[in-house]
């Protein structure tokens, strides 16, 4: 199969120095592209800035902002036939960019910040037998969350994880996660290495496309 992926974060700049971004390392992303391509599917990475090295195999595509990983997925949808959203897309963006280093003043300083492009989105209209996966990351209750994103997002499946725990998430190695399929099942995976997440998710894939 082709499978397009997303990981990391992206950064939203605010200056020519700074910028708003989130703790995502990339890792689960990375660890999907590395089982697909180890599954032998041909691999497309669309990843923001990360310090992690390409999978063997991979195609790896770099983009900094939402816009640009919203452009890149665009871009190579077509060519898919699932797609994992992994990446950790900022939701705001500083609404002006300033050309210059803003330089510091005495008192308060008030951001405003505008909405970035939902990806998932903007290719909904592309979906048709394509397989989408999303990701829900959460601090609250990740089932009810994940299950309303699965749907509003018209997904196949969605892996759910809580944030706040110290074993998943962001900036570890291992991840917890619930795996929701659009028929309604459940799938809990206790803590794993990412690695083992990954071809567990990779599995699915290949089983639902044999489905269609
Ligand atoms: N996503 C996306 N485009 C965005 C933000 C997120 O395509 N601008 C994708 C993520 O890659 C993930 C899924 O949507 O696969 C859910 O992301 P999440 O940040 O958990 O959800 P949001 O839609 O941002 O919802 P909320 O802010 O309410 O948690």
Redesign the pocket.
């Known amino acids: 199969m082709n499978i397009l992926v997303?990981a990391g974060p992206t950064r939203e700049a605010l200056d020519p120095v700074r910028f708003l971004s989130n703790r995502s390392s990339g890792r689960m992303g990375y660890a999907i592209a590395a089982a697909a391509a180890q599954a032998g599917h041909a691999v497309r990475l669309i990843s923001g800035p990360v310090a992690l090295e390409t999978p063997a195999g991979v195609e790896r595509i770099d983009v900094v902002s939402?816009q640009a990983m919203?452009d890149a997925v665009q871009a190579h949808v077509t060519w898919c036939e699932a797609l994992v959203?992994?990446?950790?897309?900022?939701?705001w963006r500083p609404a002006t960019v300033s050309p210059a280093k803003l330089k510091k003043h005495a008192g308060t300083l008030t951001l405003e910040l505008e909405r970035?492009?939902?990806?998932?989105?903007s290719v909904q209209p592309l979906k048709g037998a394509r397989i989408y996966v999303?990701?829900?990351?959460?601090t609250g209750d990740p089932e009810a969350?994940a299950r309303r994103?699965l749907a509003a997002?018209g997904l196949d499946l969605i892996v759910a994880n809580d944030v706040s725990r110290p074993d998943a998430g962001f900036e570890v190695a291992t991840n917890a996660v619930m795996l929701i399929d659009s028929d309604g099942s459940l799938r809990q995976i206790e803590t794993a290495p990412k690695a083992e997440i990954a071809s567990e998710l990779v599995t699915w894939i290949e089983a639902r496309a044999k489905q269609a």
């Open positions: 997303t939402a919203a959203m992994a990446a950790a897309v900022a939701d970035t492009p939902d990806i998932l989105a999303g990701f829900a990351a959460e969350e994103k997002k």
